[in-house]
């Protein structure tokens, strides 16, 4: 069992998005504008569409937390869907409100959509595309927020950075990039990077493929939506051994190392050092240019359906991975320390 | 509760590696030459070391099959390490037998030591190293041996090759640039890719982040020893959305793509193409050229210890990534198809 | 992982309980009126106090359903707290709220306050007794009603029925033994039995300890807050083994069975055979009649504090077991069949 | 994910029982001769078969112990099945060793046989049995004396009594009852309890139904063969509420308790009294008095075959049971201090 486990659930247009959190120790203060403001993190970046701004969304905690602590139960939080009250009808819970608006059945290249309605047995597309989202990223978000309020009180921050837009490599040019994309109708990807400071030796293990932390951050991290290719540390390609591994040096009576190419991670286990993780993510398959598909209906050729007017969202795509990659920091700190209580934990951390 | 699940054990040293495998459908037949030929092309490849030679790995099951076909409880493998009569009082599982011999206490770079030795509050390194040593993937590899067992019985097959050594992308060249390496008391690391065919669609699900078979793969792929970057399908950096995104046409009234980009997954779901997964592993830490370090018990410089003579590994531990990507892809066929014997697998899927 | 999971939230006199239920195929009716009624039958029984009035429960879903049907993706439950304005302040999330009403520290023998304070490092015993609570069986009724909605379209129906109270082992006695223990302002405890038919042979299995479904129902049942006891089929005390083993016999063709001590369960599986699961109440810990106690504050006697005036829970207790055995029957099911739509899951078993 | 877990394999006939347990704290010292001594208890009893006195069971580790140390890796238990030798053939993994030799396909009530061969789609019952075989168990204790000895570390320790054979609750008459069972060629149950003392306060929790550690000691009592009843302390029938809780005193400065009807368990966790679990085992399902069943060839009546001799084994199951328990009460120390190594442990703990 995890110690750091959660469910989440909610589509896209649909009422409100939720997540229950169990695990968390009790005592531990929780800052509900700092939840918001990483929600807001995540709706920021150049090259988002419209609904980003209709969204500006806050979280709502109704269980778990009293008078501004964890209890040891459950936490329950939700964020409303702002616009729901267009879609009421369309997004009904109710059998007697059903409506064919807003059905489609052109499968969009680069989506769940057909797998989706394959293996759910459904003939509205929405069924899928209303889950498969990238909405549901903003209530993990939320997630990950208390995540990282738990880290904060052991010292661990983390971060991350755009670091390339298509084919982009420098920040200067990540703009210019994404409007010629925007003039051209078409969508891009990109790279980031997620950098976690100040954690302690030994998370994960070497002693059974499923502890290590590597493996852990990649299910984390490739599982996101969009996300085709990750890497802890540095790429070792073109890196000979005697070049890429960190050799160790002592300062100031400290053992520390000369290099981080590692990313802090050897042997499925953090060594101390800055964890570093990269991801790649693919341009947004929503675009204005039309792809080529079949409409399930006809089984015909027919153009994939436009819904959303993101250019890029590699900006946003970063703040998610990062909210991910304190869940699996934050559930591998208490597995190793196996705290109740935030006083325990400081107690056993520090 | 995972469908396909096991636990493996054994130090690189030690009597044997084992295996136990529970969830495996009756009624399987086990070719157990297929299992030693599976073993034997982890040995195999231009780069590796002595070892290898000694080892010539071959498997013993004591459970779970009876006549050469499974009867639903679980299955143990074990291997045996060739070596171990020389390493007999040096591992020996009695504290009469306890010696110096063969300890070390000098951190490897790039190894699990320095973490391991802090975690697990060790002071003999060799308690570290012979557990985080690539010789437990033997085990591995038997254990995906058997899920591709299960595959096979519904079409699905597996492999993968070598795509990159160091800086060279032509399979030509991959040998010179080894014995570059070597000549240099050097190690190199490379890439490769493992593509899996006749994939159902509706494997993994787009409905919950942890269901997503990419980032399964994912994990099962980054945890192996080495690996440093894992890759879905395509890299999309480069690619705009309307190049990336695979578009569906009509071929002799079924419904296909004209390219697959995605590797086969879609929305956290395999979409019924070729499952493709590339990963790249870094240069092997053990080589002649020794490294800084420090020595543990004194901690002062010292120069981290040579144990193996292993240049290059990338083709053995393509097969490794070709046993977890079939411990994957088992586990998710059982999810979703349920099946308790190799018969009823056999009536949902086909 | 299990194919039907969920996690449950909520405070007693919080805003309200949720639940986030994981794993449902798509496909299946989501009748709110048969929640709903399930979550009647739970605050019926004679001997419940007057908050069982105040309640009168009614489940809203907020997402995984759409026109009346699941769509796969996960859905959320919750049941509002109907009496939370009373409680706003004292439950309050926001730390500017904080207050001592309601605080108390004088631990109820036979409840969690004890071991909770101390575990979860809280002072205010309130903190604890809010989610040890039965209150939050509530929501767990409502997933249970759920998991029997799949059972359902599988032709698998359950019932309970209460078989003791106190000593009088007699219907007729039942409702005088409960005045008669509210005359005495003390509380009474007594038994149940769950019944559930129509089962499928081969749920559960005998190949490893942790797939019996014996010990997974056990398990379910047992964690009801105030059971202690748990039989499955006949308690085997007094019988000799020629009297309690089921013996088969031939009627009308179909293999079948002369008795069913056994309860339905063979080898840690389903023989599909009625599954009878009975379980035994303590008596509700909180009552008229004071217990000798201490204060936590200043480690003096005390007497424990009284809230709630149930004199006895037996009916509601069974109701909610019900929903328990339903949960452990839907995963299991969903693990032998392991079907996406309801569609699927019908075809496979029916 | 558990933190002591194990998988166990074997068939009754094979060539051996075989357990990998991962999560061992490193640094435990493996005593041989204490998990020998364990596997000893386990065969003795008045009232078991000849079966017994041939298997002199031993144990042998072949990975996670140095020195007789722990190394934090996953340890590899075997036992041996002695009589192997003569089941060779009969039991052979190789599909040329064939045969119809101890093939049988009489249904046994009470054992796993019909539900078995039904589920795995199996036409000799020899299949099923040779797992169903309560033989499993032996390994089982092996873990469980694995669990006891990091127990052991932080003074926790465990026992078991039987307290009624058949109808007799009186020690002095369990022989009597026995012998007349055995003239009579039936078998018998009985009932047992399992105690351990010095018990940390807040193991299990009362946040989540599953974390409540009463449901998880009963899913690990109630899964052992032949179990159909578990109980947590003192049964509560007949007891109103002012006498069944254990009421709070303060004795030499002391919080403690004046009774322990509880079994040391309230919320779902434990609350620092002795542990108290009882469970009822039913008759052994193979008896000298044949049984009326079924021949899955013919479809027509036959005698239930008889295989094994004891006539009752309920001081056996309570060594299994105890062994259980340890497992459960290991993994939730391990949850809640999350150690690493043993020094850790003891750190956290005491």
Not at 91 to 106: E, G, L, N, R, W
Not at 222 to 237: C, F, H, W, Y
Not at 297 to 318: G, I, L
Request: proline content about 3%; some cysteine; overall charge negative.
């Amino acid at each position: 069992m995890e110690k750091f486990r959660f469910l989440t659930s909610g589509e896209s247009h649909g009422k409100c998005l939720t997540a229950i959190i169990e695990g968390v120790p009790s005592g531990l203060e929780i800052d509900i504008d700092f939840i918001n403001s990483e929600l807001h993190r995540r709706q920021q970046g150049y090259g988002r569409g419209d609904r980003m701004k209709l969204e500006s969304d806050t979280v709502e905690i109704t269980s778990g937390v009293r008078f501004g602590k964890t209890i040891g139960s459950p936490i329950t939080l939700s964020v409303k869907n702002r616009d729901f009250e267009n879609w009421q009808k369309v997004m009904s819970v109710s059998p007697s409100d059903q409506t064919d608006d807003k059905a489609f059945s052109v499968y969009r290249p680069g989506h769940a959509d057909y797998a989706g309605s394959i293996k759910y047995n459904q003939q509205d597309l929405r069924n899928i595309l209303e889950r498969s989202s990238a909405r549901k990223t903003a209530i993990e978000v939320a997630v990950g927020a208390v995540a990282k309020l738990i880290l904060k009180q052991i010292g661990i921050t983390g971060s991350s950075e755009v670091t390339q837009i298509g084919a982009a490599c420098c920040p200067d040019k990540f703009h210019q990039e994404i409007d010629l994309t925007r003039e051209k109708g078409d969508s891009i990807g990109g790279k980031f990077v997620v950098i976690y400071k100040n954690i302690p030796v030994g998370l994960g293990s070497h002693v059974h493929w499923d502890r290590g932390i590597d493996g852990r951050l990649a299910q984390a991290v490739m599982s996101i939506p969009a996300i085709k290719a990750v890497e802890i540390g540095d790429n070792p390609l073109g890196f000979c051994g005697s070049e890429y591994h960190d050799e160790f040096e002592i300062k100031d009576g400290e053992i520390c190392r000369t290099s981080n190419h590692a990313g802090g991670i050897e042997g499925g286990m953090t060594n101390g050092q800055d964890l570093v993780i990269s991801a790649v993510m693919k341009p947004i398959p929503t675009m204005m240019k039309s792809l080529e598909s079949i409409d399930l209906k006809t089984n015909q050729k027919a153009q994939a359906h436009y819904e959303r007017s993101d250019v890029c969202a590699v900006e946003s795509c970063a703040v998610v991975a990062e909210a991910r990659v304190a869940w699996v920091i934050a559930n591998e700190i208490l597995l190793k320390y196996g705290s109740d209580s935030i006083e325990e934990l400081k107690s056993r951390v520090l």
